[in-house]
């Protein structure tokens, strides 16, 4: 599978954008599906994770109660709502799927992930 996140942009402080997730070679509903950034100079950090279904949602503390992943698998989207942007969530954003048998990886590790795309940059001007 090969996944492409999409819809970054510039976006002032307190704004909102919304990103999605898509599959080509194989449907995203068969994989739980992880949002990550990059911002320059640091590592890549996990943000949040959704599992197949979408019941099983996980998120990384900074990002809890701004950013909102939900998966629609009848349009083979996964999106991860953003609110209240800030200027330190200036970064190039992914999604990458969970390995089939990550080795003991969570869903908050970034290395038991895989597929990873093209990122998307999402800019936060104050």
């Known amino acids: 599978v090969q996944l492409q996140a999409s819809g970054g942009g510039l976006v002032q402080v307190g704004g909102s954008l919304r990103l999605s997730c898509t599959a080509s070679?194989?449907?995203?509903?068969?994989?739980?599906i992880g949002w990550f950034r990059q911002a320059p100079g640091k590592d890549r950090e996990f943000l949040a994770g959704?599992?197949?279904?979408?019941?099983?949602?996980s998120y990384q503390g900074s990002v809890r109660g701004r950013f909102t992943i939900s998966r629609n698998n009848v349009k083979s989207t996964v999106d991860l709502q953003m609110n209240n942007l800030k200027p330190e969530d200036t970064a190039v954003y992914y999604c990458?799927?969970?390995?089939?048998?990550?080795?003991?990886?969570?869903?908050?590790?970034?290395?038991?992930?895989?597929?990873w795309g093209p990122g998307t940059q999402v800019t936060v001007s104050s």
């Open positions: 070679g194989d449907t995203i509903s068969n994989y739980h």
């Open positions: 959704i599992g197949r279904r979408g019941s099983s949602t």
């Open positions: 990458a799927r969970k390995k089939d048998n990550p080795a003991g990886g969570t869903n908050y590790d970034v290395w038991a992930y895989e597929s």
